[in-house]
T-cell receptor
Framework: DAGVIQSPRHEVTEMGQEVTLRCKPISGHDYLFWYRQTMMRGLELLIYFNNNVPIDDSGMPEDRFSAKMPNASFSTLKIQPSEPRDSAVYFC??????????FGPGTRLTVT | DQQVKQNSPSLSVQEGRISILNCDYT??????FLWYKKYPAEGPTFLISISSIKDKNEDGRFTVFLNKSAKHLSLHIVPSQPGDSAVYFCAAFQGAQKLVFGQGTRLTINP
């Protein structure tokens, strides 16, 4: 298996623009997680899905952030409008019923 | 509120010596703990875990210790090697659904 796939790897955009991050989980994994990594707060869980259904979105910072999982092999995290403080590395992770989560390589987002 | 805390943002150890990374947690309901390792420009990768019913788990050069009464766990790496230089995250399972991560500790192994 190729592991968790994220695209793009790097994204530079201007304040106010819409940003869409994409994730393909490992086949057969029924949990999918979106994290944000910052220097101050480390790895923060934004939202997670189980069987394509959002279970907990309490970590989503505000209404500008939204996430979808239309099927078992694809998820998106959208920021609209983006702001400079959204600059961070965003990780997607997936797992099956075991405890171990597998992370993608991350998307480095820079909002100018 | 940071439920999982890694109070040392960085640690420097000489090659061949023991590296000890520490982690404290506040939620007594956490029942499973993991350590992840992260290299630059890569996602975190699983390293070792421990259930709350144990106080020690060993895997080669890596050993994790859990002190439930103190709500403290530590990761020991011995002997430390240059390839161990990375950021280490402590994480705890809440409700068997989601992981709560610490802020990470950057370990540097000096030759």
């Amino acid at each position: 298996d190729a592991g968790v796939i994220q695209s793009p790897r790097h994204e530079v955009t201007e304040m106010g623009q819409e940003v869409t991050l994409r994730c393909k989980p490992i086949s057969g994994h029924d949990y999918l997680f979106w994290y944000r990594q910052t220097m101050m707060r480390g790895l923060e869980l934004l939202i997670y899905f189980n069987n394509n259904v959002p279970i907990d979105d309490s970590g989503m910072p505000e209404d500008r952030f939204s996430a979808k999982m239309p099927n078992a092999s694809f998820s998106t995290l959208k920021i609209q409008p983006s702001e400079p403080r959204d600059s961070a590395v965003y990780f997607c992770a997936s797992r099956d019923s075991s405890y171990e989560q597998y992370f993608g390589p991350g998307t480095r987002l820079t909002v100018t | 509120d940071q439920q999982v805390k890694q109070n040392s943002p960085s640690l420097s150890v000489q090659e061949g010596r023991i590296s000890i990374l520490n982690c404290d947690y506040t939620n007594s309901m956490f029942d499973y703990f993991l350590w992840y390792k992260k290299y630059p420009a890569e996602g975190p990768t699983f390293l070792i875990s421990i259930s709350s019913i144990k106080d020690k788990n060993e895997d080669g050069r890596f050993t994790v210790f859990l002190n439930k009464s103190a709500k403290h766990l530590s990761l020991h790496i011995v002997p430390s090697q240059p390839g161990d230089s990375a950021v280490y995250f402590c994480a705890a399972f809440q409700g068997a659904q989601k992981l709560v991560f610490g802020q990470g500790t950057r370990l540097t192994i000096n030759p």
